[in-house]
C-alpha cells in the first residue's frame, strides 16, 4: 500500500492538472482565476498577522498583512460570480455583492455586515491575548446575527446575541481564572505551523468559493441543474414557508410560523436536541466535578512540562 | 419569498470565509480558550450558510437547522469548558501542547518552537495614579496616630514607581 503511494500520488496530480488546464479553457475561467488570486493575497495577509513567535521579525509585519487582508476583502466584493438563470444570461455579470433587483440599502447593509463579521474574525484569530479574542468573537457575532436580519431570521438573530452572550461571558470568566494570572502567556505569541494552516485555508476556501462558480457554470451551460448546489428555486416545494418580511399581517407571525416548523416538521430532532442537552450538562458536572489530586502532585508527571509557563 | 441568486452567493462566500478562518484558527493557535472560540466561529460560518439558504428557498428549514446548531454550540460550550477547568487543574496552562504525551505511541514527538530567545514584551498593568495631594496636616495631629498610620500608606505609594 505504501509503496504504491508514489505511483499513486503522481497519477493524482497529473489528473487535477488535466482537469486544471480544461478548466482554464472554460469561458468563466478569469474569474476563477481572480477569485483564487485575491484568496491567496488574504492567506499572505494572514500569515503575517499571526503570532509567530520570534519569526515575527518586523514590527510592520502586522500592518502589512492587515493591509493585504483588507485589500483582499476589498476586492473580493468585486468579483463577479456568474448566477444560473438562462433568461439573463447576457446579464449574468452581476457584482458579487449586488442584490439584483433588491434595493440598495440591502446591498449596502448586507456589505457592511459581512465585512464586519469577517474583519472581526480576522482580527479574533490573530489578537495575542485570549480577551481580546472573546471581544472579538462578540463583535463576530454582532455581524452575524445582523446578517441573519436581513434574511429574514429574527428568532435565529436574537437566539444568536442572547445565547452568545451568556457564552462570551462565560468565557471571559474563564479567561479571568485561568489564563490571566500567569500574565502574557508565552504560547499566546506562537503559533503552531502557521504557514501550512494557512495554506490549508488557502486551499479550503479556494474549494469552496471555486465550488460556486462550477455550479454557476453548469447552470450556465445549461441541462445539469440537478448537479449543481442551487437548485432553482421552484424546484423545491414545502409546507411551510417563510412569510414575507415586507408585508408581515398577523396572520403570518414569524415566531409563529418557526415554532410551527419546529415542532410539526422537525420534532423529533427537537426531543434529540434536548436529550443531548442534558446529556451535555450531566456530562460537564461529571468532568468538572471529578475531584483532581492537589496541584503538583498528580502521578503522570505533566505538571513538569506544564510548569514552564508559569513566573516561579 | 425565493431570494436572489446573488444575495445567496453572498451569504454562502461569507459563511464559506468564516468557516476557513476558524479552521485556520483552530489549527494555529495553541490556546484552548482561543481553540473553542475558533470551534465557535466555524459553527458560525455554517450558520450564515443555512439562513442563506433559508432565505433563497423562502424555507423554514435552513433556520430550524441554525437552531439546532445553536444547541450545539451550547452543549459543545459546556462540555468544553468542564475539560478545560481539569485540563488547567492538571497541567497548570492552557497550553495544548503540553498534552503532546496523547498522541500514538510510535509517534515523535513535535517539537514546540519556543520564544525563549525572543524578548518578552514586559506585561503592563494599568495603575492607579496616587488620587490628588495630600490634604495639609494641621500641627495639632501632626503626631497623633494619623501620623503613625502614614508610614505604609507612604511606603505602598513608593512601591508602585
Sequence with gaps: MLAHFPVLAA???SLLADQFRSALQQPHSG?????LLILVAGGVGLYLMLPRGRHTGRRFDRIIGAALATLSLVLLATVEIPTGLAEVESAQKT???????????????????????????VMMITSRNPVYSALWFAVVLLGNSGLFLLQGAEFLSAATIIVYAGAIVVTFLFVIMLAQPSGAAKYDHVSREPLLSCLTGLILSSVLVGTLHYSARLDVRGGATETSILPSAEIITLSSTLPDSRHRTDANRHVAGLGKALFLDHVVSVEVIGVLLLAAVVGAM????HPVHAPGVNETGRNKTGRNDRPS | ?????????N????????????IVGFLTRRNLIVMFLCAELMLQGVSVTLVGFSGYHGSWSGQVFAIFSLALAAAEAGIALAL????????????????????????????????DDEPQAEQVWPRLAPAGLLPARSPK???EPFESAMPAGAGSERGLR
Design chain 1, 11 to 13: 497519477s493524482r496530480i
Design chain 1, 31 to 35: 474569474l476563477v482565476l481572480r477569485s
Design chain 1, 95 to 121: 457584482l458579487l455583492w449586488s442584490f439584483g433587483s433588491e434595493s440598495k440599502i440591502t446591498g449596502f447593509t448586507f456589505y457592511a455586515l459581512a465585512a464586519i463579521s469577517l474583519v472581526s474574525a
Design chain 1, 286 to 289: 461529571l468532568i468538572a466535578g
Design chain 2, 1 to 9: 419569498m425565493p431570494g436572489s441568486e446573488p444575495a445567496l452567493n
Design chain 2, 11 to 22: 451569504y454562502l462566500i461569507v459563511g464559506a470565509l468564516l468557516f476557513t478562518l476558524g
Design chain 2, 84 to 115: 478545560f477547568v481539569v485540563l488547567f487543574r492538571r497541567g497548570h496552562s492552557l497550553d495544548v501542547s503540553i498534552w503532546q504525551d496523547l498522541r500514538e505511541a510510535d509517534q515523535p514527538p513535535i517539537p514546540d518552537e519556543t520564544t
Design chain 2, 141 to 143: 495631629t501632626a503626631g
